[in-house]
């Protein structure tokens, strides 16, 4: 079995020894007979899974008691809309940092409930930085500010969080959650779409302050309530059963790896690996201002479309693969999430070096 570096942006790569234990375990879970995907939600063995995911979880990042962790379906895209849903309950107004595209959707579908403001924005500059949002910038009558600390397709990140003192700090994770340490309480609300850093697709992770459940407007459909979720355990309806499963293994592996700090130290060891290549070479460039750079998505470009282009193929031959950038920007993009280990980076380096010296 050949295994290929996926630098993919997400889906992405997982963790080997969480995919030989899930395939070990699969068609006989605990004895049970069965796999996971075939146990009721209701079951001991499930109960137990899901008991275990949320107290990994919680050890993992130190989630403070005051917050709920709600295992949800419907992707981060479904957070755009519940978000506003259930916070937008007293002025009606929130405030938003546009920093990306992911950014400009949440801010659309947000607008379609209450009065949003965008504070701050480097759309100007094709979001290549985070802009300055300092606390004077913030409505205190917002319900929310909302904020996306990792841009994956821009490659950029927030590496200071703003203080929006009363008013929750909403942030979409999906992208650098349990890449690095992260103080919870800076936040009321934060969300993840798993197929990054948590598991497969199909399930979201949601980090919710107890204290911004149950003030949602009553036509809110129930599933898109938080108060649902977090009333029933993540349990009102069938949750993703497999995905959940899987994320307890990768917040499994997390901890027998070192937990967050250690994921941190290797994480920006391995991005730096790259940027100091980028930075050395005559060939690749990166678009991303210096103090703006992600350690999790890492764009990049050489000298013309054709040149990226023959890049992306040779590197595939070598088994470097998804190293193509979002359609919308275009260029090289490498995603460095947890479960790529050290050896991808220095590969593709290696292969960086071998095509520039071809090809300058
Ligand atoms: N926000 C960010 C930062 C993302 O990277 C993505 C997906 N790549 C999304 C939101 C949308 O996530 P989903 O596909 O789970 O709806």
Redesign the pocket.
Known sequence: MERIYNFS??PSILPLPVLERAQRELVNYADSGMSVMELSHRSELFTEIITEAERLLRELIGIPKNYKVLFVQ?????QFAMVPMNLLNKSGKADYVNTGS?SK?AIKEAEKYGDIRVIASSENAKFTHIPTVDSSMIDREADYVHI?T????EGTAFHDIPDTGEVPLVA?M??NILSEELDVSQFGLIYA?A??NIGP?GL?VVIIREDLIGKTPENCPAMLNYETHSDSGSLYNTPPTFGIYMAKLVFEWLKQAGGLKEMERMNRDKAQILYDSIEKSDLFTSPVDKGSRSIMNIPFVSTSAEADAAFIKEAKAKGLETLKGHRSVGGMRASLYNAMPIEGVESLVTFMEEFEHKYK
């Open positions: 942006a997400g419907g992707g981060a895209s479904q992911w959707k996306t990792n841009n994956t397709i979409d999906s992208s779409g197929q990054k697709a979201t």
